[in-house]
C-alpha cells in the first residue's frame, strides 16, 4: 500500500496538554501537509512543509520533518477543547500532483 | 472557508440507481480530486483532473467515472449504484503551481440500501 502510517491511531489528553501525532510514509517526497477533519467534514489545511526543511511553525503547531526516516510529526501545543477532531497527514511524492493520505489520528482534547 | 461546493451532502438511493455527485469551485483551480473515505478511515483517491478534458484514475479502483468539461466542475457519476458505493466522497481542488495545499468541499454522505 502506498498509504501513510499515522500513530498514535487515537489520543485523548486533557485541555492544556500538548498533543503530539506521527506520520511515516514509502516514497521520496515534495513535501508533507497536516490536514484536520471534524466529524467526518471536509478537511481543513493546516501546515506544510517541505522536503528540504526541518521543522516549521504556526501558531500552537509545530511540524518536523525527517526525510531520511521517512517521518514526520505534528505538535498542538496548550491544546482546547476545539481541537478535538482527527488529524491527517499526506506526502506529495516527487514527480506527481496528488496527494496520499495516512490513516489519521484521532485526538479527543477533555475540558 | 474555501470556495468548494457539493451537492447533495447527504443521499439515499436504492440499488441500480445512476447518481451524479457535484462539486464546484470558484477559485479557478485548475486541479481537482475526488476521494472516497469510510468513517474514520483514510482517504483514497478515486479520480483527478489537472485542467479541462484531463481526467486520471486514481490509486483506489473505482466503479465512478469524471468529466471535466469546465474549469469550475468536476461532477463524478456512478452508472449503477450499488451497496459497497456506501462511503463519503470528498471533493478538492488546489493551484496549478505546485503540489500545494488542497481545499477541501464538505463532501456527500452517500447511502446504497
Known amino acids: 500500500s502506498q498509504q501513510g502510517e499515522e500513530d498514535p491511531q487515537a489520543l485523548s489528553i486533557q485541555e492544556g496538554e500538548n498533543a503530539t501525532m506521527n506520520c511515516s510514509y514509502k516514497?521520496?517526497?515534495?513535501?508533507l501537509q497536516w490536514y484536520r477533519q471534524n466529524s467526518g467534514r471536509g478537511l481543513v489545511h493546516l501546515i506544510l512543509?517541505?522536503?528540504?526543511?526541518r521543522e516549521k511553525h504556526s501558531g500552537r503547531l509545530r511540524v518536523t520533518l525527517d526525510t531520511s526516516k521517512k517521518s514526520s510529526s505534528l505538535l498542538i501545543t496548550a491544546s482546547r477543547a476545539a481541537d478535538t477532531a482527527s488529524y491527517f497527514c499526506a506526502t506529495s511524492p516527487w514527480g506527481t500532483y496528488k496527494y496520499i493520505f495516512g490513516t489519521g489520528t484521532r485526538l479527543k482534547v477533555l475540558a | 472557508e474555501a470556495d468548494i461546493y457539493q451537492t447533495p451532502r447527504y443521499l439515499v438511493i436504492g440499488t441500480g440507481k445512476k447518481i451524479t455527485l457535484e462539486c464546484s469551485q470558484t477559485m479557478g483551480h485548475d486541479k481537482m480530486y475526488w476521494y472516497q473515505q469510510d468513517p474514520g478511515m483514510e482517504l483514497h483517491l478515486i479520480h483527478y483532473s489537472y485542467g479541462v478534458n484531463s481526467t486520471e484514475k486514481g490509486d483506489l479502483s473505482s466503479e465512478s467515472t469524471v468529466s471535466r468539461i469546465r474549469t469550475e466542475h468536476f461532477p463524478l457519476t456512478l452508472e449503477s449504484a450499488r451497496p459497497s458505493h456506501t462511503s463519503q466522497y470528498l471533493c478538492a481542488s488546489s493551484e496549478r503551481q505546485g503540489p500545494y495545499e488542497q481545499y477541501f468541499g464538505p463532501g456527500t454522505r452517500l447511502t446504497v440500501t
Open positions: 512543509i517541505r522536503s528540504n526543511e
Open positions: 516514497t521520496s517526497i515534495n513535501n
